[in-house]
């Protein structure tokens, strides 16, 4: 069960504490010490998938808990940097996309994991949570980034772009699970 790609995952979990500490004592050395705690987190995200089909490790306990460490660094990150006015107000609404959708998804996920139904994850899922990344690192360091760096507006511009992507990618796994939702089709019999 704790082979390398599932500790990878639990070590994202366990950056998140780190993460949030670093927000309350605000300096532009905290904010770049979070800013590279979650990009740990964001390279264990890539590598623990990667590792466990490489070396045949995949397992229930990885497949459970990937995307709940996913969801819950992006949903801290969204939380803190919205308390702490690393955003204006109006990227608020991505944010709360972008959250309202990880909630729906993984209810549906656990919908439709009961009737053995899988629930894969698409390129352009990989590529929302690709942008979602990258925003969240610049609004991390907001301004104190270098001054020829516009960190705030490549963040925020990026968010934007991450809950559009969000809401397609949300949209086509709702759609896809209605259908079990609604009783029409059986669940195929051997996933």
């Known amino acids: 069960m704790l082979n390398l790609p599932n500790m990878l995952t639990m070590s994202r979990i366990f950056i998140i504490p780190l993460v949030v500490a670093t927000f309350f004592f605000d ?13 740990i987190a964001g390279i264990t995200d890539f590598f623990d998938g990667y ?16 995307p709940i460490a996913d969801k819950l660094l992006v949903a801290s990150v ?21 959250m309202l959708r990880e909630i ?3 209810g549906l996920r656990e919908f439709l994991a009961e009737l053995r139904v899988s629930v894969p994850v698409t390129k352009l899922a990989k590529a929302k949570t690709t942008v979602q990344m990258i925003a969240l690192g610049f609004l991390i360091v907001g301004n104190d980034a270098p001054v020829w760096i516009p960190a ?27 259908r079990y939702m609604a009783g029409g089709n059986p669940p195929p019999t051997a996933p």
């Open 27 to 39: 300096s532009p050395s905290m904010r770049w010490t979070a800013c590279a705690l979650f990009a």
């Open 51 to 66: 590792l466990a089909r490489r070396a045949n490790q995949v397992s229930n306990f990885g497949r459970f808990l990937d």
């Open 78 to 98: 969204l939380l803190l940097i919205v308390a702490f006015d690393r955003v204006g107000p109006w990227s608020y609404l991505p944010a709360l996309v972008i």
């Open 104 to 106: 729906t998804i993984s």
């Open 152 to 178: 705030e507006f490549i963040g925020e511009i990026g968010i934007w772009i991450a809950a559009g992507i969000t809401f397609i990618t949300g949209y086509d796994y709702l759609k896809s699970g209605m």
